[in-house]
């Protein structure tokens, strides 16, 4: 019988921008690896197109994320844990702020060198910004490699705001309610 970490663990979800030259695969939330399909770095390259790769990026990390609140979602209620929702809300003004505020935590992250600027809402909405000239300077594995340093930075963000916003909660509500 497999149990619900395992279960969370397991989680693997594919998705493909909008463009359909972008892949990108999400695993237990730890890893996540973004690929070019079809030699499609070239064409990005070839055209100085900065802003159309930093859109697509943008939505295949917005799908991605929200391919896995879907996937994990269902393992949850696959081991007996309730959603909530408007019907039936969080039991407690601590759970249900928690969940209201933690929708709109911003995060930043970027490369070393800031060629590539990721911003996060909620774990659930993803903006990249990209300089004109990082196409010029790397090729694909270089910016792949800045794309993941650029998400390693970003996550370790969200995990800050977070950290913070629970601990805020933690002390508003200590005393007073679960």
């Given at each position: 019988m497999?149990?619900?970490?395992?279960?969370?663990?397991?989680?693997?979800?594919?998705?493909?921008?909008?463009?359909?030259?972008i892949e990108g695969r999400?695993?237990?939330?730890?890893?996540?690896?973004?690929?070019?399909?079809?030699?499609?770095?070239?064409?990005y390259y070839r055209h100085r197109d900065p802003e159309v790769?930093?859109?697509?990026?943008?939505?295949?990390?917005?799908?991605?994320?929200a391919a896995y609140q879907k996937t994990r979602r269902q393992v949850m209620l696959a081991h007996g844990f309730e959603r909530s929702s408007a019907i039936r809300p969080p039991f407690s003004s601590r759970h249900r702020e928690y969940l209201d505020r933690g929708m709109t935590l911003t995060a930043q992250g970027s490369s070393p060198d800031r060629e590539i600027q990721l911003m996060t809402t909620g774990l659930i909405e993803f903006h990249?910004?990209?300089?004109?000239?990082?196409?010029?300077?790397?090729?694909?594995?270089?910016?792949?490699?800045?794309v993941d340093?650029?998400?390693?930075?970003?996550?370790?963000?969200?995990?800050r705001v977070h950290t913070a916003l629970r601990h805020e909660l933690y002390l508003k509500y200590q005393g007073r309610e679960r």
């Open positions: 497999n149990t619900i970490s395992n279960d969370l663990n397991e989680i693997a979800v594919t998705v493909t921008s909008p463009d359909g030259r999400a695993e237990s939330l730890r890893y996540r690896t973004l690929r070019f399909l079809h030699d499609s770095y070239e064409g790769l930093a859109h697509q990026l943008g939505r295949a990390a917005t799908l991605m994320a990249v910004d990209i300089k004109p000239d990082a196409l010029e300077r790397h090729n694909e594995q270089g910016f792949l490699h800045l340093r650029a998400m390693d930075d970003l996550q370790a963000g969200y995990q």
